[in-house]
């Protein structure tokens, strides 16, 4: 079946502007996980959707960050005023229903630029 | 927080070789993943594996999740191995988040 899906594949913006990322999970897979590769950082982890629960937002790295997840399943995250710091690759996960230990699988992911 | 540390960072092989890469971990973990990102940056499935041992085709992995530590065997390696290799673990009550090693380069020459 298909997999995780991410767009756009590519996003160049310019300092200041607002940009929104979007992730469609697997079909019938209820938890998203967002994460962010970037060079000094390497991979961490941003914000989690689990059904209808609220969401541990305990990743994101300021306050620009935000995310939602509509309907239960596609997510957006969003970055106002961005950063040049904020350059890095987005990656979208979701996870095999059941337990939190289920194996987890990723989209191609958004690669940032911001000018 | 937990640390997840991977080893070595860099390896070059020659076609054909072995090679094992080692994933340490500081706390308990009920998730362990290992991935092969593509030179694309897709974030390849190779083993979901907390415990044990997993075997497909020319790449093997084990977990000793009472020594918090996991391998990933690579043999008879071909060029399209090539890739960063990156560990995972999920620590208990975090809601399934991964926590991931820097990962290892493997550069594997003709």
């Known amino acids: 079946g298909a997999g995780v899906s991410q767009s756009p594949s590519n996003k160049v913006t310019e300092k200041g502007k607002d940009v929104e990322l979007r992730c469609d999970p697997i079909?019938?897979?209820?938890?998203l996980y967002w994460y962010r590769q970037s060079l000094g950082q390497g991979l961490e982890f941003l914000i989690y959707?689990?059904?209808?629960?609220?969401?541990?937002k305990s990743g994101l790295p300021s306050d620009r960050f935000s995310a939602e997840r509509t309907g239960g399943s596609v997510s957006t995250l969003t970055i106002q005023r961005t950063q040049q710091e904020d350059s890095a690759v987005y990656l979208c996960?979701?996870?095999?229903?059941?337990?939190?230990?289920?194996?987890?699988?990723f989209g191609p992911g958004t690669r940032l630029t911001v000018l | 927080g937990i640390q997840v540390e991977q080893s070595p960072p860099d390896l070059i092989l020659q076609e054909g070789a072995n090679s094992t890469l080692r994933c340490n971990f500081s706390?308990?973990?009920?998730?362990l993943q290992w991935f092969h990102q593509n030179p694309w940056g897709q974030l390849i499935n190779l083993f979901y594996?907390?415990?044990g041992t997993k075997q497909n085709g020319r790449l093997s992995a084990t977990t000793v999740a009472t020594e918090r530590y996991s391998l990933l065997y690579i043999s008879s390696s071909q060029t399209t191995d090539s890739g960063v290799y990156f560990c995972?673990?999920?620590?208990?009550?975090?809601?399934?988040?991964?926590?991931f090693g820097q990962g290892t380069e493997l550069s594997v020459k003709p």
């Open positions: 996960a979701s996870r095999v229903p059941g337990t939190s230990a289920n194996e987890q699988f």
């Open positions: 079909s019938g897979h209820t938890a």
């Open positions: 959707f689990q059904g209808n629960s609220a969401p541990d």
């Open positions: 706390d308990s973990v009920n998730n």
């Open positions: 594996i907390p415990s």
């Open positions: 995972a673990v999920g620590p208990y009550n975090q809601g399934g988040k991964l926590i």
